[in-house]
C-alpha cells in the first residue's frame, strides 16, 4: 500500500490487485488509530505504517509470498500458468465468465469449489502457492474427474477414448452404461462413459446425441467431429493440472464446514434455483438453498411456506461462525437479493448472452456474483 494525506485523516491507498482493479484508490481511511475500514472485506483491518508504505496484516500473508518470487520466478510460473479448457459441456458452466470470477477474488490460500461441474473456474486460475479442494455431489461425475487424475486410470481411459469416434452407436452404449449398476467396472470404463455421454450429447446434457452441422465445418471436417477431437486432444494438459487438487465427492454444506479456515476462498456455483432457470439433473431445492445460505451468512429470508422442515432447524447453520471468504453465484431471485441484503454481502452482475441458445439473437442473461 501507499499514502496519501489529506487534511487530518490519513487515507490508504490499496496496492492489492483486486482492490487496484476494482475499488480503486482512497479504499481505507483512519484517524490516526490502528484500524481502518476495508470496503472488500466490509470490516476494520489493521495496518502497520513503515516509512512511505503501508502494509494491510490481512493482505500480509498474500503480499509476502509474491514478493518473494524474484522476476524470472515469475516469468517461469507465467509460462507455466495455462488457461486450460473444460473437458466437457456443463449446462450452466463459467467457461465465458470465469475470467470475470477470478478477476473478484481476494488474496486467499486454501481454494475451495463446492460445486464444481466440469471444472471452467479452476482450469482458467492461476494455481501457483495455493491449495485446492473441488467437490461435487456427482459420484459419476468426480468419478470422471478422478479417472482423469489418476496416473493409472488415465492411460486405460485414454486407450478407451482414442479407440471412440463420434458415433450415436456409442454414444447409446455409454448411455446404457452410464444408466446400468456400475459394480465390476473400473474407473477408467466409468469415467470414460460419462465423457462420451456428456460430450457427444447435445449441449452436455446426456439426453440426445449431438446436433450435426449442415452447413459449415472446422478444422476441414464436420464441426462435431472436429470438437470431440480436440476435447480429446486437450485431455493430458488436464491430467497434469489435476495432481495438484484434491478431489471430493460429497455434500457441499458438509465441505465447507471441513475446509474452512481464515485463509479459505469459497467459490459457490451451486444448480441455480429451479424458478430462475430451467432444470438439470442434479437439482437443488428451495430447502437445499436455504440452508446454503444460512451456513454462509447469518441471516436468511426464508419463506416458512416453501421450507421441507421447520424453521428452526436452520439454528445450528446461522449460529455456526464461518471464517473463510466466498463468492456465491446465482440468477437474480429474491431469496438471493433479501438474503444477501440482511448479509450486507457485495454484489456484482455480469451479463451474457445465453449460449445455449440456437436463436440469432440470443437472450442476454444476468448472472450475480455474491461475496462477503
Not at 478477476?103 to 479452476?122: D, K, N
Amino acid at each position: 500500500m501507499g499514502i496519501e494525506r489529506t487534511g487530518y485523516r490519513l487515507r490508504l491507498v490499496c496496492d492489492a490487485e483486486y482492490c487496484r482493479n476494482h475499488l480503486g484508490k482512497g479504499l481505507l481511511e483512519v484517524d490516526g488509530d490502528s484500524l481502518s475500514r476495508c470496503e472488500w472485506a466490509a470490516r476494520d483491518v489493521g495496518w502497520r505504517l513503515g516509512g512511505d508504505t503501508v502494509l494491510c496484516t490481512d493482505c500480509n500473508a498474500a503480499e509476502t509470498r509474491r514478493e518473494r518470487l524474484s522476476a524470472n520466478e515469475q516469468s517461469d510460473s507465467a509460462q507455466k500458468m495455462t488457461k486450460l479448457t473444460q473437458p466437457g459441456k456443463w449446462h450452466g458452466g463459467k467457461f465465458h465468465l470465469a475470467k470475470r470470477i477470478i478477476e473478484l477474488m481476494p488474496p486467499h490460500v486454501h481454494y475451495v469449489e463446492t460445486h464444481f461441474g466440469m471444472g471452467s473456474v479452476l482450469l482458467q486460475k492461476d494455481f501457483e502457492g495455493v491449495s485446492e479442494v473441488v467437490n461435487d455431489i456427482d459420484g459419476r461425475l468426480t468419478a470422471f474427474w478422478k479417472a482423469l487424475q489418476s496416473p493409472t486410470s488415465f492411460e486405460a481411459f485414454c486407450r478407451l477414448i482414442d479407440a471412440t469416434p463420434l458415433s450415436q452407436i456409442e454414444w447409446r452404449q455409454a448411455n446404457t452404461t452410464m444408466a446400468a449398476v456400475t459394480t465390476g467396472k473400473s474407473l477408467a470404463e466409468r469415467g470414460a462413459a460419462f465423457f462420451i455421454n456428456n460430450r457427444q450429447s447435445r449441449q452436455g446434457l446426456g439426453k440426445d446425441f449431438a446436433t450435426l452441422s449442415r452447413n459449415r465445418t472446422r478444422r476441414g471436417m464436420n464441426e462435431q467431429v472436429s470438437s470431440w477431437l480436440t476435447a480429446i486432444e486437450g485431455l493430458p494438459e488436464i491430467h497434469e493440472r489435476l495432481k495438484r487438487v484434491v478431489i471430493l465427492n460429497d455434500d457441499a454444506l458438509k465441505v465447507i464446514r471441513q475446509q474452512d479456515g481464515p485463509n479459505t476462498l469459497f467459490y459457490c456455483d451451486p444448480p441455480y434455483l429451479a424458478e430462475t432457470r430451467s432444470s438439470g439433473e442434479y437439482e437443488m431445492t428451495y430447502s437445499d438453498h436455504v440452508r446454503l445460505l444460512a451456513l454462509l451468512g447469518r441471516s436468511v429470508a426464508v419463506d416458512a411456506s416453501r421450507f421441507d422442515d421447520a424453521v428452526e432447524t436452520l439454528g445450528p447453520l446461522l449460529e455456526w461462525q464461518r471464517k473463510g471468504k466466498f463468492l456465491l453465484s446465482g440468477y437474480p431471485s429474491s431469496l438471493y437479493y433479501e438474503t444477501a441484503g440482511m448479509n450486507t454481502w457485495h454484489r456484482v452482475d455480469i451479463q451474457i448472452d445465453n449460449k445455449a441458445s440456437s436463436a440469432k439473437t440470443k437472450e442476454i442473461k444476468t448472472v450475480c456474483m455474491w461475496a462477503n
